[in-house]
Structure formats: C-alpha cells, structure tokens
C-alpha cells in the first residue's frame, strides 16, 4: 500500500547535555518517512533548497523513500531550526528558525502521490493540510500532526482541518491547549466529537496514549539508559504508528491494530532518541524493531496474581 507524507524537510542544529550537532538532516517529513518505509511505500512531498544535496537525498532512497514530489526551489535553502535540550529533554528550547523555502512552500502532489491509500499530514499549515487533503480525496486512511502555534494562530482552521482526517496525533500539552481541558479523557473526546475516530496524546518520554469511542489503550515509553536527542521522536513514532496501519489494509481499525501500530511507533521513536537526528533510523534493521517490539510486550504484559485482599 501506497502512503504520501507533507511535510517539512530540514536542518538541524541540536543541542543536549550529550552532545551536539551542527548541521544534520530533519525535519517532521523525513523523520516520518524513514520509520515508515520500514511498512509500506513511501512518497514525501515537501520543499528543499540547493543546499539539499546527493547525500541527502541518500539517507532516504537507502530506505526506499521516493523522493520525487520534494521540491527543489533554484536559489534558495532548505528550512533550517536550531534549538538546544536541558536536562528536561521533553521540552526543545528553539534558539533559530529560518524558514527560507518552506516560508512560501505550496504542496505540489504528483499523480502518484494523490492516489494514495494513506495520507499523513505533518505539522504544515491547517490550510496547506486542508488543500491536501482535498487532493486526496480516495485515502482510506488520513492521520494529521500540529502544533501549538497553529492552535495559537489558526485554531478555527486547524479545527476544520482535524474535522477531515481520521487520527490526530499531538502532544499531551497541545491536546489540552487546543481543547481548553485539563483532563486528556475530555479533551480526546472532545477531538473526537469534530471528527476524527482515534486521538493519540504523545507524552514524550512517558510513552504514548490512544483514544477511539470504545478503546483506551497507552504504552509507556521504551526504557532506555542512554539518550542523545529527542528531535523527531515524535515524528517517528507517527511513522511507526501510521506506517504500520498502512501495511495492514485487510485489517479493520479496531484495538488489536491500534495497539500493535502503537507498539511499532513506539519501538521506533525510542531507537530514534538514542544518537542524534536520523543517525540511528538511518542504519536501523527491521529485526532490531522486531527485538523491540517483543521486548515492550514482555515488560507491559500483566501477570494474573491471586487476589489477597483484606475484608
């Protein structure tokens, strides 16, 4: 099954208390399609500058990412962020935003990208998501990303946009702020009642949480005992996570889906956290996200004890 990613294609320079890095590939739109080409085809759509070179364009075509719908925009550069983690890798401090070609980017979908099965829109512009949306109008499946400043400054669009797509995935904090509730259980229904048939809440390094009508289902975060860089963990875990349901069309969105697609996101966002950017998804095997995967469901599985309760 065919899915199409819109999004951004960056670069990073990062820094954390384990290290840093100048300049390396990011961005919402390659973080995704890396962990999801390990499910399906994957198309990605979105703008580069002359900067973007021959080794870039490696990282995801060793992945098999077809690259034909990224844009490349003659004199100009490729979207670049600059940010820096404390302790608290949760939070991402941004230190620089130029925007360059992504500032003036209008989705160009080819013919292959439009007929999609799946479509994933990450953190764009409500508008930009709505008019892509529209030209995939045949995907059995549409899963969006946002974020805070669109909630902040477009929030009537980003409802329209929510109302059209069949999963959205955000932060716990962006959840609550697009909502006005403090409780994710309201906010995920109140999402759910302008559309969408699954919510997911990300909680960073505390794992991940779903909502449908009648599910409720959360994994923690892999334990790990090193972390390098949280950028695009939730990226990955959206790939993970849509990339799997797109592999699996014959099966109905229903619990045990969701909560293997869960799995797979998760095992994927946490070998995403352990170097910096894209280095480890870069050379990731699918046995190594297999391995993971088993291991999460070894240590959530819940072992049936007598009960030995006082009257």
């Keep these: ?61 060793r992945r098999g990412v077809i690259t034909e719908d990224i844009e490349e925009i003659s004199g100009g550069k490729t979207f670049f962020w600059r940010g820096h983690y404390e302790y608290d890798l949760n939070t991402a401090h941004t230190d620089d935003t130029q925007l360059n070609v992504f500032g003036d980017f209008s989705p160009k979908l080819s013919a292959a990208s439009r007929d999609c099965d799946v479509l994933f829109l990450a953190n764009i512009q409500p508008d930009l998501q709505r008019q892509v949306r529209d030209q995939c109008a045949e995907a059995r499946f549409v899963a969006m990303d946002s974020m805070n400043l669109w909630i902040e400054i477009s929030r009537d669009s980003l409802k329209q946009a929510i109302a059209g797509v069949d999963a959205l995935l955000l932060n716990d904090a962006e959840l609550r702020m697009l ?98 950017g894209t280095e480890r998804v870069a050379r990731l095997t699918p046995a190594e996200i297999t391995s993971r995967v088993t291991d999460l469901a070894q240590i959530t599985a819940f072992v049936d004890v007598p009960l030995s309760l006082r009257s």
């Design 179 to 276: 909502t006005n509730e403090s409780n994710l259980v309201r906010a995920a229904r109140q999402v759910m009642s302008w559309g969408p048939t699954i919510v997911v809440a990300k909680q960073g390094e505390y794992g991940a949480a779903l909502f449908t009508k009648d599910t409720f289902f959360a994994l923690p975060a892999f334990p790990l005992d090193e972390v390098a860089d949280p950028t695009g963990a939730g990226d990955s875990f959206a790939g993970g996570f849509v990339g799997y349901i797109a592999a699996h069309p014959e099966q109905p969105l229903e619990a045990d889906l969701l909560k293997r697609a869960m799995a797979h996101g998760t095992a994927l966002a946490s070998y995403n956290v352990q170097e910096f």
């Design 1 to 61: 099954m065919s899915l199409t990613v819109v999004g951004s294609i960056a670069f990073d320079a990062v820094r954390t208390p384990f290290g840093e890095r100048e300049r390396m590939l990011g961005g919402s739109a390659v973080h995704f399609s890396l962990a999801a080409s390990f499910f399906t085809d994957v198309r990605v759509v979105g703008p580069v500058g002359e900067d973007f070179g021959a080794d870039h364009y490696e990282v995801l075509g």
